[in-house]
C-alpha cells in the first residue's frame, strides 16, 4: 500500500505528464507572457543567459499547476518540512505578522499555520480574492471538519477602505496576519499611493514596496517573520522560517519600515537566487520596479550600418500583428511588418534610412532601436 507521501508525488508526476503534452507556443499570448518574464529576469538577474530564460519560465508554468493541486489536497500541509526559526510556532507565543513571497507553493504556509491552531487574517488583492478566494476557504474548511480545528481563519482585502484598521484589531486580538510582501499585479504603485511605497534593493534593480507591513508591526510591537516556501527536487515542499524582525520600542517609524522592508527583501534573495524557476512575482514585479535613469547617450556609430539593439528589445506577435518590446521600459510598439521584416533582415540592406526615412531613421535611433 502506498504511503501518503507516495501517492501524493504520484498526482504530482501525472500533473507533469498532462502539461508536457501542452503545446505552449501555441497558447494565446505565450509570447507576450514569456517576453516579458524574460526580460524581468534580465534586469533583475543579469547572470542568468537568456536562453535559459524560456525553460524557467516552463518551470514556473509547471510550478503553478502544482501549486494549485496543493490547494486542493488536505494532505499537502502534512508532509511540508519546516526548516529555520519555526520552533515557535504556537498560538501562545502571541500574534505574529508572517511575510512570505509567491514562492513555491506559497499557499500552504496558510494550511500549515491553521493546521497549528493558528488564528490566522490572510491579506490579499480583491483579484485574488475572486480567484482563489473560494478555494482557500473550501481548503480551510476541509481542514478544520478532518482535524476538529476551532481557531479562526478571515480573509482581508487589501483594496478595502478599511482593511488598515481592520488588521490593526484583529492583530491587537491576537490574531496572526499573513502577507505576500512581494506584492500582486494589482498592487502596484499607482500616482496617488506614493506615500505607501518605499524603495529597497533587490538583485540588480530597486523595486517599490508598501510599507503598510513596516508599520503595523511597529504600531503594535508584533514581530515580523519573513517565510518562504519552496519545493525541492525529490518534490517535498519546504517552509522555510526565518530570523523575527522585532520592532524596537519608541524608535522611529519611518526608519523601522524602512529597514524591515529591506531585510524582507534581502531574506528572500538568497532562496530566488537558488529557485528561481519557482517564482510566480516575475509575472507582475516589473510593475514594482523603480526607473532608472538612462545616462547613455544614443549616437549614430560612424560608417557602417546600424544594428537592431536585441539587449533591449524584442520582437514579436501580439495577435498577430507585429510588436516591438522595450525589454527595459516594458513598452509595446505596434509595427508593420515591412518594418519587423527590415529589423530582422538589416545586414542585407545597404541603407536603412534611405528605406525608412530621415525621421523615422532617427527616431529609431533615438530610442536606441537602433545603435
Not at 344 to 349: A, D, P, S
Request: one cysteine or more; a negative charge.
Amino acid at each position: 500500500m502506498l504511503t501518503a507521501k507516495q501517492l501524493y508525488k504520484q498526482e504530482l508526476e501525472q500533473c507533469r505528464q498532462h502539461f508536457e503534452r501542452v503545446d505552449l507556443v501555441k497558447e494565446q499570448g505565450y509570447l507576450m507572457k514569456f517576453t516579458t518574464f524574460s526580460a524581468t529576469v534580465e534586469n533583475l538577474l543579469p547572470a542568468i543567459p537568456r536562453q535559459e530564460h524560456e525553460t524557467m519560465f516552463k518551470e514556473l508554468l509547471l510550478q503553478q499547476i502544482f501549486t494549485t493541486f496543493d490547494q486542493q489536497c488536505l494532505t499537502a500541509g502534512d508532509l511540508v518540512k519546516l526548516r529555520g526559526t519555526h520552533k515557535g510556532l504556537k498560538k501562545a507565543d502571541g500574534p505574529r505578522i508572517y511575510c512570505t513571497y509567491h514562492l513555491g507553493s506559497y499557499r500552504l504556509l496558510t494550511s500549515v499555520l491553521f493546521r497549528q491552531g493558528i488564528d490566522c487574517v490572510l491579506l490579499v488583492g480583491s483579484n485574488m480574492n475572486r480567484s482563489q478566494g473560494d478555494g482557500m476557504a473550501e481548503h480551510i474548511e476541509g481542514l478544520r471538519k478532518k482535524h476538529g480545528l476551532t481557531n479562526v481563519f478571515r480573509v482581508v482585502e487589501t483594496g478595502s477602505p478599511s482593511a488598515g484598521l481592520t488588521i490593526l484589531r484583529e492583530l491587537k486580538a491576537g490574531r496572526s496576519l499573513i502577507v505576500y510582501v512581494d506584492g500582486s499585479p494589482e498592487t502596484a504603485p499607482e500616482a496617488k499611493d506614493e506615500s505607501q511605497f518605499l524603495s529597497v534593493r533587490f538583485g540588480n534593480r530597486r523595486v517599490l514596496t508598501r510599507k503598510g507591513v513596516g508599520y503595523l508591526s511597529h504600531a503594535t510591537g508584533i514581530p515580523i517573520v519573513p517565510v518562504a516556501s519552496y519545493r525541492e527536487p525529490d518534490m517535498t515542499n519546504v517552509l522555510h522560517f526565518m530570523k523575527p524582525i522585532r520592532p524596537i520600542p519608541r524608535s522611529d517609524r519611518e526608519i523601522y519600515c524602512q529597514e524591515a522592508m529591506q531585510q524582507l527583501y534581502d531574506a528572500f534573495w538568497p532562496l530566488l537566487n537558488k529557485f528561481p524557476g519557482q517564482w510566480e512575482g516575475w509575472n507582475f514585479i516589473h510593475s514594482f520596479l523603480q526607473p532608472e535613469t538612462n545616462t547613455g547617450i544614443s549616437a549614430r556609430r560612424g560608417g557602417g550600418c546600424p544594428s537592431f539593439n536585441e539587449e533591449r528589445y524584442s520582437l514579436c506577435d501580439l495577435q498577430e500583428a507585429p510588436i516591438l518590446f522595450d525589454r527595459q521600459l516594458y513598452q509595446t510598439y505596434e509595427i508593420t511588418e515591412d518594418l519587423r521584416d527590415l529589423l530582422l533582415n538589416l545586414n542585407e540592406v545597404e541603407s536603412v534610412e534611405a528605406i525608412v526615412g530621415q525621421e523615422v531613421f532617427g527616431e529609431l535611433m533615438e530610442m536606441e532601436v537602433l545603435h
